[in-house]
């Protein structure tokens, strides 16, 4: 692929090269300028030397994919933190792959089904068992008596009547985040959709299932964790909501009839994209669940492009936003468990940084780690995350280093964060990473900005153009 001049499109998408002027207008002499924000600020300036970057504005609406409620078959199960099918699109297309295509944090399967669209061999993997089920549900091949057999179940579920059986969980939150006839009506249908005889049809109900909890519970899914719906924001600050009164307000008398519509009305969407969107293309994705820093353990093939967005290194932990389904879908059973799967996976939150040692030494990170005001971090452990983050990614690259193919591509949708008014340019420090092992760095569209608490804002002004999203384009 050829050089990109100065304005251009990519993949349908217009970008514009950043080389007319620096990229922050403040010198280091600058009187808004505090010393630690200088230190950073030269700190950026080396590590983005030589590195080729673009305003991606244009990709802005595709690495944050706020509509994907909408787009057929992303709209399965409510996963927020995926980017469009589009975006994947537009990658294959411009740097022409025909090879294979790996996504070593498959969440619900973007990147695989945007390959299976084009015809590609495709490999996904996953910690999150939620994930590794959905990702198989969407890009899973339905035939024509499959969707016979659709039709049967959601005609068997409409017409199911409510049992007098009373069902137990062993989720211990669930009387707080459920009216409790709902809750019940929940477990009621789980039961029979386990009963489906055919696993194709009982896995597509069950991903059907999970999708709505969160839309018949008193809960969201709201940036790092779970909100509670009943607990409101006012001009005044939050207030909370009675939950018997708030349930009142919000839900029918018929609670069973309630949840089985709802399970009905999202499996009628499920369908109307099956048989009008899917099954044209034979290459179902193979999807693995488990440690992407271990994937060359799973598959040996030669990977042509590898298109992920990984954890960012924020201290969000996933496991605790997908709470409630993996306690309500049985994946975990106990608080040991659930312990356990928070330790696994990449460390970009606190509750997984100790599985293991850093190996991994750099200069960047450890002056920046030296800029923390630790009397502001609201967790000690925040430098080793830090660590462990970028320990992890220089053991991902170097083995995705080792399995791509000549000539072949790695772009990664990552956001920078901030800490105690320092940022960590994550873009800047994987290319550099990458740059280390021996990938080429092709591109850095810089897409959107992004937002932090109105504390952190005041402290990072001067620095506000690195608190960012982008995509880092390798070449091998």
Not at 60 to 70: D, E, W
Not at 313 to 337: A, M, P, R
Not at 366 to 376: K, N, P, Y
């Amino acid at each position: 692929m050829s050089e990109f001049a100065y304005k251009t499109t990519f993949g349908k998408f217009q970008v514009e090269r950043m080389v007319a002027e620096p990229y922050l207008q403040y010198g280091f002499f600058d009187e808004t300028i505090e010393d630690k924000q200088a230190q950073q600020l030269k700190i950026f300036r080396e590590l983005e030397n030589g590195l080729p970057m673009f305003d991606g504005t244009a990709f802005s609406n595709q690495v944050h994919f706020q509509n994907a409620h909408k787009i057929p078959v992303q709209r399965w199960f409510p996963y927020r933190e995926g980017y469009s099918t589009r975006l994947v699109h537009a990658f294959i297309n411009e740097l022409k792959i025909t090879g294979n295509v790996f996504d070593p944090f498959s969440g619900s399967g973007t990147t695989l089904m945007a390959a299976r669209t084009n015809n590609l061999r495709s490999f996904g993997m996953d910690v999150n068992p939620i994930s590794v089920l959905v990702a198989r549900v969407e890009n899973e091949k339905y035939r024509f008596d499959d969707i016979q057999s659709i039709l049967l179940e959601i005609g068997r579920i409409q017409s199911f009547a409510k049992p007098n059986e009373r069902f137990e969980t062993s989720f211990e939150l669930a009387e707080k985040m459920f009216n409790e006839d709902i809750l019940q009506s929940l477990l009621q249908l789980k039961k029979h959709i386990m009963g489906i005889e055919s696993e194709i049809i009982r896995n597509l109900f069950f991903v059907a299932w999970l999708s709505i909890i969160e839309e018949t519970s008193n809960i969201k899914k709201e940036g790092n964790g779970l909100k509670y719906k009943n607990r409101k924001r006012t001009a005044s600050g939050y207030i909370n909501i009675e939950k018997d009164v708030w349930e009142k307000q919000t839900f029918p008398k018929d609670k069973f009839g309630f949840v089985q519509e709802k399970l009905t009305r999202h499996l009628g969407t499920i369908l109307t994209d099956i048989e009008h969107s899917f099954g044209a293309c034979e290459n179902k994705p193979q999807v693995f669940e488990g440690d992407c820093l271990e994937f060359d353990e799973y598959f040996s093939d030669q990977i042509q492009l590898t298109f992920f967005s990984p954890p960012y290194c924020n201290c969000f932990d996933y496991f605790e936003i997908h709470k409630v389904d993996l306690w309500l879908g049985n994946f975990v059973k106990s608080k040991e468990e659930f312990r356990l799967l928070r330790k696994t996976g990449f460390r970009s939150n606190t509750n997984a940084v100790d599985r293991k040692p850093v190996i991994y030494q750099n200069e960047n990170i450890e002056q920046l780690i030296s800029l923390f005001d630790v009397e502001m971090l609201w967790n000690s452990r925040i430098p080793s995350v830090v660590r462990g983050y970028f320990d992890d990614m220089n053991t991902l690259f170097n083995k995705l280093h080792q399995q791509t193919t000549r000539g072949g591509f790695v772009g990664v949708v990552v956001g920078n964060s901030a800490y105690a008014g320092v940022i960590i340019p994550a873009d800047f420090l994987i290319a550099n990473i990458a740059r280390e092992i021996g990938f080429k760095v092709k591109n850095i569209f810089v897409t959107r900005h992004l937002t932090t608490s109105s504390q952190q804002k005041r402290k990072l002004s001067p620095l506000k153009n690195y608190l960012r999203e982008s995509i880092v384009l390798l070449e091998k």
